[in-house]
């Protein structure tokens, strides 16, 4: 058994984790947050230098052709430092073609998504309640799509967006150059990753593979979401275990006492057990196993509590300190709410898990 | 047992209500938008006014300073009456809450007959100048130092988290006068002039964007020593009154704050991939626990008003009301906003959603202000279980010889 990343994975890890503590993290998140700046231009220029967007994308089509261990170990680093890039949004649209895109899709779209040239984003929200995988009001019609998606994230940069439509089985994709397609900022709790509303009329699009395609799409998601929150998790809890370390109250430092040390071990614990799930649906992705629907459901479900958790008690360990606009608590505690808002819900995805452990259970009667 | 107002409750009630109803009208839906700051403040000093005219202010406290001499039922009564109605209140609630009582309990009577008339008539906003950067939790560690000179004190350091503090005239700030005594001894009580030489204020926004608490610093401001809340070396004790009322005073669920109705309202409307969310079991278990604690604290709030209109004291089950209050509001608002999917992060001025983004950022703060959570859970096990405190390493050194960690 080898139940770990691949050792290039985590030489991939070790160097974003350096480029990235250098270039991004918290300061650089807010520099966009108090801008008008959609995104850190410089830093997306670094980034696709760095081959990131290409790590996907087979090398015919220009890119690298690494795997989905690789993948995870970005979405991690970008989550842990915040970092104002597209870069998320991208991997999406390219895995959506990769998924379901014809030979011609491909060789259109995945060069420019590799090399920076082109911004991807998967546009699926209509502004209410419902799910990812709820049928969207939008649905092609002689090869154009009329309405709104809502919010969008990098909607406002993205210059290619993989919508979805409806269909007779359900929500499918349709793949739309963001050209002329006019979008406005939608006011949203996440300061530093700016969403928009897309506005389609009578914009050309292409359908891109099937309803079930979709859906297999959001469980590939859910994996790359999971390590993204994980790493979001981590940085919140180390941000805190190094206050709980240092500040004093009633002579001590607040570490040693029980109720201060026993959030950060339930932090650790919330955190571990997220990472278990999300290394599983790293796997059952790259093996193309039918395990990836629980798989992914249960990374997505338990990254999120990780994500919450640690998100609000760092808030309340700092104290007083922790609840202004100057300290970097808010980044995590408003990124929680755009990485629930991105693909479904907590309680959406333990659904999904209970669904798939039922139908896994019918198969194997 | 019953939930009936006694014949003169009854009588204070019916009255409370017509003059409500002549006075509050245009105070009966919240506002379209909320108040920017300064029309906040003219019409809580207007309405505070209105209260003075027709004594509804000071209800329980004593006549010789101002107030109106009736039971804590009356204010109940009251309260219960005017949070019916979205009239503008909370920029009393420290002053009114908490510093005046400590004023009048602990000033001379010619401090009390100068400040809390006033106060209560409105004229002069009130906050408490206690959390320092290095001392919050552990009020008892704050360094902001006053010196005696002649018959005045000079002061000089820094306050930290004061709210309202730029709109008030006046605060309590405590003090260490004597840096040898142990740091529980050394503590005094003062009145202080916000406008006074040497004071400044700065603001401080908050994570949540809006900006109601300071930072206060203090570079030689003169206090008369008839200024002097209680003893000299008594600031703890005195400290303590104002702990004891700020614990009334902000125990209880925010006026208007989103509850279970919130969040019923909200499923109503949302048609989930399982269902109607209103037929979901996870849905109705998180608003029957929403329940549960907003009505249980109120209920609890019940018991200690019965005690009180007996005439005796509120039992120790009061403590756990903020405790409760605060992660609940938190807690149910991130349910709702989930629920809500991508309508939960987008931001709709004026939405039920709107509130519920609002009091997910604010319950971060409740569940810090005037006592963290796990602070109120130490005095829980401490002072109501008996439980034995943790070990305080500072706790009878001289102040002074206390080395940094
Ligand atoms: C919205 C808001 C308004 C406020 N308004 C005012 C005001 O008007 N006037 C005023 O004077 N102050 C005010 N405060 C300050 C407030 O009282 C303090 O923030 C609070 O007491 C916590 O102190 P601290 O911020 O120094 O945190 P710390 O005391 O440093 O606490 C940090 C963390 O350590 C934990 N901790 C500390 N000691 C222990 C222990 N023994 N056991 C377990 N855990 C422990 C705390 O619970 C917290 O999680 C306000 C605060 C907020 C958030």
């Known amino acids: ?365 | 047992m019953d939930f009936n107002d006694t014949p003169q409750e009854a009588d204070y009630r019916a009255q409370v209500k017509a003059w409500i109803a002549a006075n509050a009208g245009e105070y009966l839906n919240p506002p379209a938008k909320p108040w920017a700051l300064d029309d906040f403040v003219a019409r809580s000093k207007a309405w505070q006014a209105k209260k003075h005219a027709a004594g509804y202010v000071g209800i329980t406290w004593p006549k010789a300073v101002g107030g109106q001499g009736l039971s804590p039922m009356h204010q109940i009564i009251f309260n219960q009456e005017e949070s019916r109605t979205h009239v503008p209140t909370g920029l009393y609630s420290i002053g009114l809450g908490m510093c005046i009582p400590t004023v009048f309990t602990h000033g001379s009577p010619e401090v009390a007959a100068r400040y809390v008339p006033r106060a209560l008539k409105g004229e002069e906003v009130w906050c408490q100048l206690f959390s320092e950067p290095v001392a919050g939790s552990d009020l008892a560690s704050i360094r902001t130092r006053a010196v005696r000179d002649g018959d005045e004190w000079v002061i000089n350091g820094q306050k930290v988290w004061t709210s309202f503090a730029h709109k008030s005239d006046f605060g309590i700030v405590v003090c260490r006068t004597d840096f040898d005594a142990p740091k529980h001894k050394g503590l005094t009580m003062f009145i202080v002039d916000m406008h006074a030489p040497g004071m400044e204020v700065r603001g401080i926004k908050q994570m949540s964007g809006g900006s109601d608490f300071n930072e206060v610093f203090f570079t030689d401001v003169r206090v008369k020593d008839t200024h002097r809340l209680g003893d000299v070396g008594e600031g703890w004790k005195v400290a303590l009154t104002t702990l004891m009322h700020e614990r009334l005073a902000v125990g209880g669920k925010p006026r208007h704050a989103p509850g279970y109705q919130t969040l019923m309202t909200v499923a109503a409307g949302i048609e989930t991939d399982s269902g109607p969310a209103m037929e979901r079991a996870d849905v109705r278990q998180r608003i029957a626990d929403t329940y549960i604690a907003d009505e249980g604290i109120k209920l609890t709030q019940m018991r200690a008003l019965s005690a009180l209109s007996r005439g005796a004291m509120p039992g120790p089950e009061q403590s756990i009301s903020k405790v409760v209050v605060a992660k609940t509001m938190q807690d149910m608002a991130s349910f709702a906003l989930d629920l809500s999917e991508a309508s939960g992060f987008a931001v709709e001025p004026g939405s039920d959603l709107e509130k519920l983004q609002g009091s997910y950022m604010w319950s971060a703060g409740l569940r810090i202000a005037g006592g963290t959570d796990e602070i109120l859970r130490n005095i829980i096990a401490e002072r109501v279980l008996g439980l034995p405190g943790d070990l305080r390493p500072d706790k009878d050194t001289p102040f002074s010889q206390l080395k940094p960690l």
């Open chain 1, 1 to 365: 058994m080898n139940f770990d990343l691949s050792d290039d994975a985590k030489t991939l890890k070790e160097a974003a984790r350096k480029f990235l503590d250098a270039r991004a993290g918290p300061p650089v998140a807010r520099k966009v947050m108090d801008s008008s700046d959609t995104h850190d231009a410089a830093l997306w220029a670094e980034v696709v230098e760095q081959g990131w967007p290409a790590a996907r994308v087979p090398e015919a089509h220009g890119g690298l052709g690494l795997g989905t261990d690789e993948a995870c170990v970005l979405a991690e680093e970008i989550g842990r430092s915040l970092a104002p890039v597209p870069l998320l949004s991208t991997m999406g649209a390219i895995e959506a073609i990769l998924l379901a895109g014809t030979d011609a899709q491909k060789a259109n779209w995945l060069p420019k998504l590799a090399s920076g040239q082109a911004v991807g984003t998967i546009a699926w929200a209509e502004g209410d309640a419902k799910s990812p995988t709820a049928m969207p009001s939008l649905a092609l019609s002689g090869g154009t799509l009329s309405g709104a998606k809502s919010p969008v994230a990098d909607g406002l940069v993205a210059t290619v967006a993989i919508v979805t439509v409806a269909s007779a089985d359900g929500p499918a994709m349709a793949i739309v150059s963001l050209d002329g397609v006019s979008r406005e900022k939608v006011e949203t709790l996440d300061l530093v990753r700016p969403s928009a509303r897309l506005q389609f009329d009578n914009t050309p699009a292409e359908a891109l593979g099937t309803a079930t395609d979709w859906v297999k799409l959001t469980e590939q998601l859910a994996v790359l979401a999971a390590w993204e929150a994980l790493g979001t998790s981590d940085a919140a809890r180390d941000m805190t275990l190094a206050y709980a370390k240092d500040r004093v109250a009633f002579g001590q430092r607040i570490g040693r006492y029980q109720g201060v040390k026993h959030k950060l071990a339930d932090m650790y614990i919330l955190s571990e057990l997220a990472r278990a799930h999300a290394l599983h649906g790293c796997w059952a992705w790259s093996a193309g196993a039918a395990e990836l629907s629980p798989a992914a459901a249960a990374a997505r479900v338990a990254s999120l509590d990780a994500l919450k958790y640690t998100a609000e008690e760092s808030v309340q360990l700092h104290g007083g300190i922790g609840f202004t606009w100057e300290h970097d608590c808010q980044f995590y505690y408003r990124r929680n709410r755009q990485i629930v808002s991105a693909l479904g819900s907590r309680s959406y995805w333990a659904d999904r898990l209970v669904r798939a452990l039922e139908q896994r259970n019918r198969a194997a009667a």
